[in-house]
């Protein structure tokens, strides 16, 4: 069981800083999912954190103890990766026994936890198998085995299930919450999968680019996020972003075409006058009913997803996309013209130039 501390973590390749200052107090048997675009360092931060990597500046601890100069297997944590070889002409069992054979631990202890292992993960009547003889998920629960049987102070994913198929995905992903709901061994879960991350993660660490965006639980990054990156990368479909000007008193956010929105008290009064960006995801318009709060969404195309409706469309004066997501089966035509409204706690604003968000 294990604390794990990343305190203003830097990661250099040659002369590119790649990594610019991850701060983050991770608990004991906390589940925390590192999300984020291809390429923005989620999984320098783990190997950092594994000790695959060097830390260029910073200090890694687990329990209070810094490991920045420990090596991978003095660290006593384990690591699933996306592409995990298994030893094609060993079986399930010795699979999961190699590694606490190289440790030279007893028989009989090996055997204790490897069938222990299998028997968490459902593998005991496979543990005669080849790997080549398993479905996809079924070596990922080897995978998986080969780490639970080590008793590692902290798991590491690097996204796991991306080679699996996407209803495969779906039960891996409650097999590993459940698993973790057994074990509590704290977890670090690297993923480019919102869904993943936000069904997995008691917290995530949304990254843009290098930095932390936003650590926080997964309804706080949803109902607050901290930029207009996070707010546009989390959430499907994306919130939708329009420009929009405070009003000088800073209650309401006006649209071009004399549409004014009001604000819940006290939004944004350092703001007041200014040119902003507005965030709606598609699931917060509402019918209006008040003329001067009515944005006009023209209606381009309409996706009928059966339990839902998504509706594209362009507000007056906007040459972009929007989206709106209706929760029952509409059919609209083309060039419909719906009148839509957004309720003041459901208004994200955020700095044109800065992206962080305004208010609360
Ligand atoms: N060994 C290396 N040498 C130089 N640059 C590297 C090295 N490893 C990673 N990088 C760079 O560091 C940045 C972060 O890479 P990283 O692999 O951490 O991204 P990621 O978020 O895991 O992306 P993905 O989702 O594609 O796996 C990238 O710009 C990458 O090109
Ligand atoms: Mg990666």
């Known amino acids: 069981m294990a604390d794990v501390s990343l305190k203003n973590i830097y990661k250099s390749f040659g002369k590119t800083e790649v990594i610019h200052g991850i701060n983050c107090d991770i608990k004991d048997g906390e589940f925390v999912a590192i999300l984020g675009p ?3 360092g989620k999984s320098t931060v783990l190997r950092m954190i594994a000790g695959l990597e060097v830390i260029t500046a910073g200090e890694i601890a687990i ?11 003095e ?6 990766f996306q592409n995990y070889a298994l030893y094609p002409h060993m079986t399930v069992y010795k699979n999961m026994a190699y590694g606490l ?11 204790e936890r490897v069938r222990n292992a299998a028997k968490i993960l459902e593998l005991t009547e496979f543990l005669d198998r080849k790997p080549r003889q398993l479905s996809g998920g079924q ?3 080897v995978a998986m085995g080969r780490c639970i049987v080590r008793e590692p102070k902290v798991f590491l994913f690097d ?3 991306s080679n699996l198929d996407a209803k495969l995905r779906v039960q891996m992903r409650l097999e590993i919450r459940n698993l973790h709901e057994d074990l509590k061994i704290t977890s670090i879960y690297v993923t480019h999968d919102q869904v993943e991350a936000m069904t997995l993660g008691d917290r995530l660490i949304v990254m843009d680019n290098g930095y932390a965006a936003q650590i926080g639980s997964p309804l706080e990054v949803y109902e607050h996020p901290a930029t207009k990156f996070v707010a546009g990368f989390i959430g499907s479909p994306a919130m939708n972003f329009l420009n929009a000007r405070l009003s000088p008193n800073g209650d309401s956010v006006e649209i071009p075409g004399n549409v004014k929105l009001p604000l819940e008290n006290g939004s944004s009064s350092e703001h007041a006058g200014k040119e902003v960006i507005l965030g709606v995801r598609p699931e917060h318009f509402k019918p209006a009913r008040d003329e001067a709060a009515t944005l006009h969404l023209t209606v381009d ?7 839902d409706t998504l509706v594209y469309g362009r507000f007056t004066d906007d040459k972009t996309l929007s989206t709106l997501r209706l929760s029952d089966v509409q059919h609209l035509d083309k ?26």
């Open 139 to 141: 070596r990922q629960r």
């Open 101 to 111: 054979k190289i440790r030279r631990m007893s028989k009989a202890e090996i055997d």
């Open 159 to 161: 996204e796991p299930l």
């Open 301 to 307: 195309h309409v996706e009928l997803l059966g339990a």
């Open 63 to 73: 329990n209070d103890e810094i490991v920045n100069q420990l090596e991978p297997a």
């Open 75 to 80: 660290r006593d944590i384990a690591m699933v």
């Open 335 to 360: 060039n419909t013209k719906l009148p839509l409204t957004v309720p003041p706690p459901k208004i994200h604003l955020f700095d044109r130039e800065t992206g962080n968000r305004i208010g609360r």
């Open 38 to 40: 291809s390429g923005c």
